[in-house]
């Protein structure tokens, strides 16, 4: 029981920071060449955005860990014996770099130049990190 309300949780978090990165590279970059005031509105929204996802990914990181805890517990924490132990090592592995470089980003946002760029490699480990656990 305990691992299927993480597992829900998860979800939701893990969909909400999926879409508001989606809404942040797709959406607000192409309205950056249409409004003369974009600075004051990125701005802005980054005041209300950031540290709600900065709690967001701490609550997907928690979950993950304890759902990953309980996964390995059950093969053995044998990873390379199966495909199944491979496939949750890795999606282990990618998520844990994904929240890192998250906050590191999100407490450097003003210093980091081309902080744009980074969305879309972070959408793009994002549908790496569905397709594997569709793989699970």
């Not at 969909?15 to 990165?21: A, E, Q």
């Not at 607000?28 to 709600?52: A, G, W, Y």
């Not at 759902?67 to 491979?86: E, L, P, T």
Request: charged share 10%; glycine share 6%; proline share 1%.
């Amino acid at each position: 029981m305990l691992y299927t309300i993480a597992l829900i949780i998860h979800l939701a978090g893990a969909i909400t920071f999926i879409g508001s990165v989606f809404f942040w590279t797709f959406i607000l970059d192409t309205l950056k060449t249409k409004i003369d005031n974009f600075d004051e509105i990125e701005s802005k929204l980054s005041v209300v955005i950031v540290p709600t996802m900065r709690v967001i990914v701490g609550i997907v990181l928690i979950t993950g860990l304890y759902m990953f805890h309980v996964r390995a517990a059950g093969i053995d924490m044998d990873f390379f014996g199966s495909s199944y132990g491979n496939i949750l090592l890795a999606k282990g592995i990618l998520g844990l770099i994904m929240v890192i470089a998250f906050y590191i980003v999100s407490f450097n946002l003003n210093r980091i130049r081309h902080h744009d760029a980074l969305h879309y490699v972070f959408i793009t480990v994002q549908i790496v990190l569905i397709v594997l656990a569709k793989l699970l």
